[in-house]
């Protein structure tokens, strides 16, 4: 998971304008914006973590650290003000610190076991400043200075501030404040001169000058491929140069030569299937560990790695693991590639790594590939040329079952081997099937040491939670300046006995001062500072008035003289009072919190209408009961097709609301029983007339289905299922019996209450009313036969 930290210049000097008509510090920002969407392309990005940075003290200094979310990091980088100074120093510490602060609690450092490649968290630094002087409280200074004294645990177990998977990159902006009109050179983008570029180099980046959009976006482009997942390794020459190659031209250069030392990355490619590298073997540490030191002596932030020209015979045993890491392309790869020598290679080492020699054992090779398109590092077993031929002797020759001589030479390997690779042999005997060749004593520090690094490691883990929960505060407010008193010094002129003769020659007035005056009386006074956040009541104190907007101010104070009475005066001009900046118009939650309680809505039954921010006609669905019935139709229904003999209403239309055909169920109405002919009396209440003609059928197929409707209200408020509540389905049959008619009048109530089923999902009462139809027709069909007969 990539760290990606944004270091932003926030010094005065980034408000300059270019000729675009923009500042320094909104070019910043932009450009951070524009790497995110670039970096965005990639499906790798997900797991990447962005930090922001500025030039403030810590730990005001950190916008957005290891909890803050993406929205936090957007509201901080477009909230940033360039009102400092150029504490490019302190700041890169803070960077380094933030970064680092985790370190001891993983131990991903793995201090004083060896170095693990492919235990490792990649991390870019982005600076993006504007190269002017290093200002500070102390002065201007002119090389960049890091400060040696840090709160972070820990830290002197490094030489340096960064560690070898962290790189520095910065964006120096020279963009001028006048377009010019000679053309833009054309090509890559110059490294530039500021005191921030040796830092860069030294962490294995880089910097670049911006001339103008164009190469910013350039650079930008260049950054995102920069995004790899590796470590920085020195490699340097030991030993005489290669023998040229045969058929090729004498070279005639002398002295040293680029490739003779590298300051390059190797990249640590994870594994496709779990997405984490994998390894076996680490690097040796510059010194031979001794167990009974209290201490670690510190190691530097790059591993020096010597190789020796001399050409040797690649050895890999099947299995054997080894690890595989490509180099950078750098001085040094383009000149083994150009000796076209795939088949050998050449030994690398640790100085100081083996006990009684300061070269050291070598511990693996650098090699071109078979396609000579890259040269890989491939880090073996600490001595390799003399522990896999033993290996080699074990699999093939004794078949596992070593020999007494076979063990005293694998004896003797161990004494010259440190001590920390004892816990990766055994996995790699493990892998090969030998697992009991080494004992079960694990080689470990010494005590002080281990506990020396916990106590460390609970420093980290205090240091990180005070942090974490001191980044997103606002500062405490300035008391004010402190009066101070000059005891000892130089007597004010007030306190001279002569100071009224002075002041009258000079003024021709007297000062009616105290005739003593105690030079302590203001002593612990604070003046009071300005406060922004309070808006100057212009109409009270016309001090208050900027000298720009006097004009403004006195036509507005004209226009309420003339034109208004006392309890209408207006300070601001109708257009003024609805304007506001671009950044603020979207941010609406803050408006409404600002805004009155409203009034309490005298029907709380109606559904409540949203703010009429966007979308006027916006209604609040949560607190709605929506019919399945009364669903919009938006398109072809395809989960079921209506009879051909049905007409829809909705053909040569548009998508229509669907009508209810329940009385019960339209909005707005109340269900009014039918009502009878004078003729006939009306049943009281609980009742049922038999005796129905066929005008007034329709009322009882209502009456039906406004039972059918209670039936479903009741299953829905008591949440049963529908075949336990078969009473009122009793009901409905019982006065589907009652009704008197023609067979096509039966048959149309039972059809109309049937879909009226379908619609409610009621397969019980559906199953029943389909039987009592099939007994109607079974009736009918044995009267007409009697009939017959």
């Known amino acids: 998971m990539p760290v990606l930290l944004f270091l932003i210049d926030t010094s005065a000097s980034m408000n300059q304008r270019t000729h675009l008509g923009t500042t320094y510090l909104d070019i910043a920002k932009g450009a951070v914006e524009t790497f995110m969407k670039l970096r965005g392309r990639d499906p790798a990005s997900r797991g990447d973590r962005y930090m922001l940075v500025n030039f403030e003290d810590v730990p005001l200094g950190i916008k957005a650290g290891w909890k803050e ?23 890169l510490r803070t960077a380094f610190d933030l970064l680092n602060l985790n370190r001891l609690v993983t131990g991903i ?5 060896g170095r693990n490649p492919f235990f490792l968290e990649p991390s870019i630094i982005i600076a993006i400043t504007d190269g002017n002087k290093l200002t500070s409280g102390s002065g201007v200074q002119d090389e960049l200075h890091l400060p040696l004294t840090t709160p972070l645990p820990g830290s002197e177990l490094t030489k340096e501030p960064f560690r070898w998977d962290q790189r520095l990159f910065s ?3 020279r963009i001028p404040g006048h377009a010019s009109v000679e053309p833009e050179p054309l090509g890559g983008v110059p490294p530039d001169d500021s005191a921030i570029t040796p830092m860069c180099e030294v962490t294995g980046g880089r910097s670049y000058s911006v001339f103008s959009q164009r190469m910013l976006n350039q650079c930008l482009e260049s950054l995102v491929q920069k995004i790899q997942s590796g470590v920085v390794i020195n490699f340097e020459k030991s030993g005489p140069d290669p023998p040229p190659i045969e058929d090729a031209p004498p070279e005639v250069k002398s002295g040293p030569q680029p490739w003779h030392c590298c300051h390059k990355l190797i990249y640590v490619r994870p594994n496709p299937k779990t997405g984490v590298p994998i390894g076996h073997w680490p690097i040796p540490e510059a010194f031979w560990p001794d167990q009974n030191s209290p201490t670690l002596p510190p190691r530097s932030a790059h591993p020096h790695v010597h190789f020796s020209c001399l050409d040797a015979e690649p050895m890999v045993i099947d299995k054997v693991p080894f690890d595989k890491y490509e180099l950078e392309p750098s001085p040094l790869t383009q000149y083994i590639l150009e000796r076209k020598s795939p088949h050998t290679c050449w030994q690398v080492f640790v100085c100081n790594s083996a006990k009684y020699s300061d070269l050291g054992q070598p511990f693996g090779y650098l090699k071109a590939s078979t396609a000579l398109n890259c040269v890989n590092l491939f880090v073996m077993p600490y001595n390799y040329p003399v522990l896999l031929p033993l290996l080699d002797d074990l699999i093939k020759v004794h078949k596992f079952k070593p020999t007494i001589k076979w063990r005293q030479s694998f004896e003797n390997y161990l004494k010259s081997m440190p001590p920390y690779y004892i816990g990766p042999l055994k996995k790699a005997l493990r ?15 010494s005590y002080s040491v281990v506990s020396y690094l916990k106590k460390l490691s609970q420093q980290s883990k205090i240091e990180y939670d005070r942090l974490i929960a001191s980044i997103g505060k606002k500062p405490p407010p300035e008391p004010g300046i402190k009066v101070r008193w000059r005891g000892g010094g130089a007597i004010s002129l007030a306190q001279r006995r002569d100071f009224n003769q002075l002041l009258q020659s000079i003024t021709g007035e007297s000062a009616s001062l105290p005739q003593e005056l105690s030079s302590k009386e203001f002593q612990g006074f604070h003046l009071a500072l300005l406060n922004k956040t309070l808006k100057p009541q212009s109409l009270r104190n016309p001090y208050d008035i900027p000298r720009s907007q006097l004009l403004d101010q ?17 300070g601001q001009d109708p257009d003024q009072l609805h304007s506001v900046p671009i950044a603020q118009m979207g941010n609406y939650q803050d408006f409404l919190k600002a805004a009155p309680q409203p009034l309490r809505d005298p029907d709380p039954e109606q559904p409540k209408r949203l703010h009429t921010f966007g979308n006027p006609f916006k209604l609040d669905k949560k607190g709605m009961m929506i019919d399945e019935a009364d669903e919009f139709v938006t398109g072809p229904q395809n989960k079921g097709k209506r009879p051909q003999g049905e007409s829809s209403p909705m053909q040569g239309g548009g998508p229509k ?6 009385p019960l169920l339209r ?5 009014t029983p039918p009502v009878t002919p004078p003729a006939s009396p009306r049943p009281t209440a609980g009742e049922f007339d038999p005796h129905i003609h066929q005008g007034n059928s329709h009322s009882i197929g ?13 299953c829905v408020v008591t949440r049963l299922p529908p075949v336990l509540l078969t009473a009122d389905y009793d009901k409905i049959f019982h006065f589907l019996k009652q009704i008197q008619g023609t067979l096509d009048t039966r048959l149309i109530f039972i059809q109309n209450i049937i879909k009226e089923a379908a619609r409610f999902k009621k397969r019980v009462l559906i199953e029943q009313l389909e039987n009592f139809l099939e007994e109607i027709h079974n009736r009918a069909n044995n009267m007409n036969h009697m009939e017959a007969l």
């Open 657 to 662: 609301r669907r009508r209810c055909m329940s």
């Open 554 to 570: 006195l036509s507005r104070m004209r226009r309420n003289l003339l034109h208004a009475g006392v309890c209408s005066l207006r």
């Open 171 to 173: 964006l120096v902006l």
């Open 702 to 714: 209502r009456e039906v289905i406004c039972l059918l409707v209670l039936s479903v209200v009741q």
């Open 431 to 445: 892998i090969m099937g030998a697992p009991n060749l080494l004992a079960d004593n694990e080689y470990g520090l």
């Open 109 to 113: 450092d793995n201090y004083g076991q």
């Open 667 to 671: 909005l707005g109405r109340a269900y």
């Open 69 to 91: 979310s993406h929205a936090t990091f957007m509201t901080e980088l477009r909230n940033l003000q360039a009102t400092g100074l150029t504490t490019i120093g302190q700041s």
